[in-house]
Each structure stands twice: as C-alpha cells, then as structure tokens.
C-alpha cells in the first residue's frame, strides 16, 4: 500500500485515501441514488474507490459529502452513516481496538492508527483532570464548513462511546462541538451540541471514561439498529410541530408560548397559519392529540401519566379534551387501537 506520509511530501497536500467514503457510496446505492453522476463532479470513477492507493485532497473529500448528503435531501446522512458503520470490519477501528484493554488505551491507538488513512486530521486526546476531550483536528482551516465529514464522526463515536459507557453513560455530561450543528439531529443522544469551528468536531466527557474495560469481542456481534431521522420541516405547519413537540408536556403552552417557541409574535404566526386553514390553538391541540393516541396504541403507560405527557394535570379534564377529539374516552381508543 502506497505510504501516506510520502504522498503528502511529494504532493505539498494534506491527504484523504479514497476508500474511507465507501460507506457513504455504499448506502447511497442502497437507497438507489445515482452515485456515478455526483463521483463525476469530481472527476472520479468506481474503479476509483476499489484502489487502497487513490487519494483526494481533505477540500475535495469534504465537497464530495456535502454533494452526496444534498443529493439525499438528508442532511443527516454522515451521522446515520457512523452510526451504522461496521467497525468490526473497519480496519482503522480494529487495529486500534485489537490490544486495548481500556477505553483511553483504545483512543491512544486509534489516534495513531488514524494517521495512515489522513493527512488531513490529526486525532487529539486532552484531559484536565476532570473531563478528556478526544478531537479530530485538521492540520489547515477548510474554506467551507465540512459538516458531513463532522458529522460522521460525532455518529461513528457517539455510538463507541455510548457502548463503551454501558450504565455509566450520561449524556448531560458529553458536550459535542461541530461547525455545523444544523448537520446533527436535533436532541442527538440527548448529549448537549455546541457550535463548534472548521478545525475539526470533538467531544468531551468524563476523564474517568477513559478507565473503562474496552474490548474489541463487544463489536464482533454488534447488531446494527436501523435509525432514519426525519430531514428537516419543510412547511410551516411540519415546522411548527417541530418546534413544538420538546414542549408539548407543559400545562402553560399557549399561544402566546407556542409563537415564541418558532421564533414569531404571536399577531404573525397567527396570521401565517390562517393562510394555511389553520390556528395556533389548533395545531397545538393537534399535536396533543397526535402525540397522545400514539402513547394509548404503542404503551401500556397509565392515563394519567399520558395526561401529564402532553399537559394536562387533571386526567378528567383531559379525557374530556380527548373525547372532543376522538369522539371516545382514552380507554376505549387504547381497547379499540392498542397494538399487540
């Protein structure tokens, strides 16, 4: 295999071997998107991507998976694509993983693992003695944000890192730094997502992590989850709801609460949704509406429990708010819907 440190001497380029956006080519032939017509923008082929020694330069890597994430109006394709990533497979992740007993030895390891598949980034990890902060750093500042080559990575080790913590996982305490946060799922493993700069995405966490027991046998059999997450709203309605479903549990949304939520008075977004047919108030009842019928079929939760969820601190006054939408109680819509 071609030796990376001397393609970059030769080339004055920090460099990115090919084969590492297989994955992404890979689900986008499963979703039957053209990928031949987007490798052409950039003058590559499919012979391209089958040689270990083809390389691109980190600009050109990153256009590519900002053309392909556009061209499957996800923009959340890079994080799904880490998180499914098979790492048993992946050569960088189990040459790094094959000795280490530890999480931090694993990091170590892979740090320097990584350097033989790019120039482009060096892999960073910092401790201050109560957090550690494991970065991929670019060696120059790109001129576009490269969102997707950020995201794939908060997917790829959001998931390591989740699995490493097994019960000790707490998101509120790992902060995630990328350049472009709209690239990430809202409310992303409930971990807190911070704007970050073109240098590189990192994540921060407990420094006692890296004390972890780490073994690669615990990837070997990984099951795979499926996740799509929804592309962003594309109407105004879509967006409401959006906007509106984090707080949907509390007793006070109102209108006045909802317009400030999605960012307008309440005098504008009324009048916006009056062009569409419809009111604050209804969409808001829509969504309780919605969000309860989907916890009577897919949960065994009490009523009132259900009632609380979607703001109501009085189960009578709820079943009655359920049976002006329903046209029944919430008992008999569980017994008539539930699922088994």
Known sequence: MTDLKDQELRS??????????????SELDRRDIDVDAI????????????????FVTAPVMYQLLEAMAATAEDPYLAVYIGETLDVYGWPVFTEAARDASSFGEFFFRFSKEAGNQATSVKMRLDT??????????????????????????VGLFGTIFQRCAGKQWDPSKV????????????HYRNVIVSQGDRRGCSIRFP????????????FKQRVIQEVHYTSPPKSLIEAVHQALLPHIHLPELNNDMAAELCGF???????????????IYKEIAHLKEQQANRALIETNRPISDIASSV??????????AFKKWSGISPSEYRRHNKIT
């Open 12 to 25: 004055g380029l920090p460099l990115i071997r090919l084969t590492l956006v297989v994955p992404f080519t």
């Open 39 to 54: 490798l052409r923008q950039f003058g590559l082929t499919r012979e391209n991507l089958l040689s270990p020694d083809v």
């Open 128 to 153: 201050d003695g109560e957090y550690a902060t494991f970065r991929a750093y670019r060696v120059s500042e790109p001129d576009n944000c490269p969102g997707q080559a950020d995201a794939f990575y």
């Open 175 to 186: 902060l995630v730094r990328t350049c472009d946060t709209s690239a990430i799922p809202k």
């Open 207 to 218: 420094q006692e992590w890296l004390l972890l027991p780490f073994s690669l046998e615990d």
């Open 265 to 279: 008075d309440t005098r504008t977004l009324g009048r916006k949704l009056k062009e569409k047919g419809t009111t």
């Open 311 to 320: 703001g109501f601190n009085d189960s009578s006054v709820f079943s009655r």
